[in-house]
Nanobody, 133 residues
Framework: LVTLSETGGGSVQAGGSLRLKCVVSGLPDESNCIGWFRQAPGKEREGVAL??????????????ANSAKGRFTISRSQTNILNEVNLQMNTLNPEDSAVYYC????????????????????WGQGAQVTVSS
């Protein structure tokens, strides 16, 4: 059973920073991809950032939406049984306000996965991020 648990988020003024953390359990010891999507009221879900783990090399790749590049940083750490992915969000603006969802898939991902939330079968419960002007 794959489970995702998110913490962090909250409210901040424009220009401020927030951090989200997602702990994923139950993924097999293989390549995987964990990241973040967000959805604001009345808008489509959109990809924010992804981190893929390449098991054969133990390396990682990161992919960012244009809206996140230069402001958000995704990072991961891993133990034998848990994958932890963090999203550091800086220079936030009101357009970043949304519910942020941690997502995961049991294979490698590509930058185009940011455009298709259906590629991810596993989702967290969501964390609210509110940025006031």
């Amino acid at each position: 059973l794959v489970t995702l648990s998110e913490t962090g988020g909250g409210s901040v003024q424009a220009g401020g920073s927030l951090r989200l953390k997602c702990v994923v359990s139950g993924l097999p010891d293989e390549s995987n991809c964990i990241g973040w999507f967000r959805q604001a009221p009345g808008k489509e879900r959109e990809g924010v950032a992804l981190s893929e783990l390449i098991r054969s090399t133990s390396g990682t790749d990161e992919y960012y939406a244009n809206s996140a590049k230069g402001r958000f940083t995704i990072s991961r750490s891993q133990t034998n049984i848990l994958n932890e992915v963090n999203l550091q969000m800086n220079t936030l603006n009101p357009e970043d306000s949304a519910v942020y969802y941690c997502v995961a898939v049991k294979n490698l991902c590509y930058w185009r996965f940011l455009d298709n939330w259906r590629e991810f079968p596993f989702w967290g419960q969501g964390a609210q991020v509110t940025v006031s002007s």
